[in-house]
């Protein structure tokens, strides 16, 4: 999903300089209209994993487990 074309140049952006006032607009634009649907997936499955490691974190700390399926004892 980050490595979408439409990502790209974002991607390319150098953090260590200040960007430019039509750089900011022009990814705005970007993020807000043109690619708008690819910006929700993204932030969905963010959203997805930051539940996964949640619940993981959770379920270390207070030592839950998965159940175990026992085999149907016979009835006489």
């Keep these: 999903m980050v490595t979408a074309d439409a990502f790209e140049p974002v991607l390319k952006e150098s953090l260590k300089t200040r960007?430019?006032?039509?750089?900011v607009t022009a990814y705005d634009a970007l993020f807000r209209v043109s690619e708008k649907?690819?910006?929700?997936?993204?932030?969905?499955?963010?959203?997805?994993l930051d539940v996964y490691i949640s619940v993981g974190i959770t379920a270390r700390e207070r030592g839950?487990?998965?159940?175990?399926?026992?085999?149907?004892?016979s009835v006489s």
């Design 19 to 23: 960007m430019s006032y039509s750089a």
């Design 37 to 48: 649907q690819k910006v929700k997936q993204l932030l969905q499955a963010i959203y997805a």
């Design 64 to 73: 839950f487990i998965f159940p175990k399926a026992l085999e149907k004892e």
